[in-house]
């Protein structure tokens, strides 16, 4: 599976959009970029996925940038409830296995 | 959306002791589970891959006579420490998942081993 990076921290003011990076330029054509969220003392929580076209549900949009070699979570409105480890995963098809890397903390403030 | 559920939440023990860890699909048949353990302020670590009516697949490093997984239907998956000691001490958690669909966590179980 293609490694990814992050930075290791954030913060974000509460009501404001939350952008957070992730880099994987070792993706090939077949992984997609997932990302789950681990909210302290508690499981991870899946957020949203994507291969190459830019994805949007009720929690986040995720965008693909067109080379895939990296991609930008957003959370249009973060709240306080947002703060957590955000986890930007790579995942080949038919490979169910996720490997977890260090994450990114995004603090939210008042 | 898809809920897992884990149990217990919470359990200390004395050194020595065997504890099991149940992990439940609740609204769908999971194909493959997975068990994952945290230390404080670290990441998940994958320990094993579990398919129902097979046997689990370890990731290196874990002793799979220690950490015994039973995967006896598809809604249902037990881990199970043996002869626990203060160093097994974490924050196990479990996922499920059908056929390239994201994965489900619990919410986790911390062990502390006296």
């Known amino acids: 599976d293609a490694k990814t990076t992050q930075p290791p921290s954030m913060d974000c003011a509460e009501g404001r959009a939350a952008n957070l990076p992730c880099n994987h330029s070792?993706?090939?054509?077949?992984?997609?970029v997932y990302w789950y969220r681990q909210i302290h003392s508690q499981g991870p929580q899946y957020i949203i996925h994507?291969?190459?076209n830019n994805e949007t549900n009720e929690m986040a949009s995720l965008i693909i940038t067109e080379d895939r070699k990296s991609s930008t979570l957003i959370l249009p409105h973060a709240t306080l409830r947002d703060t957590a480890v955000y986890y930007c995963?790579?995942?080949?098809?038919?490979?169910?296995?996720?490997?977890f890397g260090t994450g990114t903390r995004l603090q939210v403030f008042p | 959306g898809a809920v897992v559920s884990q149990h217990p939440s919470w359990v200390i023990c004395k050194s020595g002791t065997s504890v099991k860890i149940e992990c439940r699909s609740l609204?769908?048949?999971?194909?493959?589970m997975f068990w994952y353990r945290q230390f404080p302020k670290q990441s998940l670590m994958l320990m094993a891959t579990?398919?129902?009516?097979?046997?689990?697949?370890?990731e290196q490093g874990v002793e799979k006579d220690k950490f015994l997984i039973n995967h006896a239907s598809l809604t249902l998956s037990t881990l199970t420490v043996t002869s626990a000691h203060p160093e097994d001490s974490s924050f196990y958690i479990c996922?499920?998942?059908?056929?390239?669909?994201?994965?489900?966590f619990g919410d986790g179980t911390r062990l502390s081993i006296l």
């Open positions: 609204d769908f048949q999971a194909t493959t």
């Open positions: 995963i790579v995942r080949g098809v038919g490979d169910d296995k996720l490997i």
């Open positions: 070792t993706i090939s054509g077949n992984e997609y």
């Open positions: 996922s499920a998942t059908k056929s390239n669909q994201p994965q489900h």
């Open positions: 994507g291969l190459k």
């Open positions: 579990s398919n129902e009516g097979s046997k689990a697949t370890y």
